[in-house]
């Protein structure tokens, strides 16, 4: 265990394993934090630096819920003049029914936003 995150506090734990050793690590797993991958650089040279598929997962996870997020907020604009038209027509406003039975609207709490 490392006390704090500083790669050369890293470094220095890791040089008191014998250079031999640490020569014949092949392959280091590692989170996307820069300082250890700073650090396993120097204290294993010939390894391979893989990124572990937890962090890799997460980003692609935190990707598609921005994603989710941007569509959503374009579908509830695209809602809301769809509403506004139908109002300035006096008309009443009847959402498009999709193919699988659903509508477009957006719910929120379980709430129609209209």
Not at 25 to 32: A, C, F, Q, R
Not at 75 to 85: F, G, H, Q
């Amino acid at each position: 265990m490392v006390k704090g995150t500083r790669s050369e506090d890293i470094i220095k734990v890791l040089n008191r394993i014998p250079l031999s050793k640490r020569l014949n690590v092949k392959e280091v797993s590692l989170d996307m934090a820069s300082n250890m991958r700073k650090a396993c650089e120097m204290a294993f040279p010939k390894a391979i630096l893989v990124i572990d598929r937890f962090h890799v997962v997460r980003l692609v996870m935190d990707a598609m819920q921005h994603i989710r997020v941007d569509q959503r907020w374009k579908e509830i604009d695209k809602e809301n003049k769809a509403i506004l038209n139908a109002r300035s027509k006096g008309a009443r406003y009847k959402p498009i029914l999709l193919s699988n039975g659903d509508t477009g609207q957006v719910f929120f709490l379980g709430r129609a936003l209209n």
